[in-house]
């Protein structure tokens, strides 16, 4: 786990694929934080991300350091549905991203998700002519 955070924490931004009629979708993203193990992320529920993942689950996020070294998260994305959880949850993204409190405004805005990736797998792959790493989580 220390390994992913230490290359996820450099390489934030990447990109978030989903899957719409059986195609791939792939879009800029940026990973939140890693909480109990719980690798999260946020979107509105306005947006076709959303929606693709409710019809279907499974995703992957993939994000590369300044020195190459990727990291691919596949698994399920669950929405966190408890309220008070999710308020928690939304507050450490507002602290952390001014950008996304400057869209959603408020921590309670009806339209912002927040969600995780769980029963998935971490590749961390690098060019050192090692084989990719897996690490299930």
Known sequence: MKEILKHLKEGISGAFATVENR??????????????????FCTANTKDVYKQMKENSFVSFT?????????????????????????????????KQPGIKNIYKSVDNPIFEVFYIEHGEAVIADFSGQPPRKINF
């Not at 939140?32 to 690798?39: A, R």
């Not at 590369?64 to 939304?90: C, H, M, P, Q, W």
Request: a negative charge; hydrophobic letters at 35%.
């Open 23 to 40: 195609k791939p979708d792939v879009r800029p993203w940026q990973f939140q934080f890693e909480e109990d193990g719980k690798f999260y």
């Open 63 to 95: 994000a590369t350091t300044n020195d190459y070294v990727t990291v691919r998260l596949s698994g399920e994305a669950i929405f966190v549905e408890d309220s008070d959880l999710k308020l928690n949850l939304a507050t450490k993204i507002f602290e």
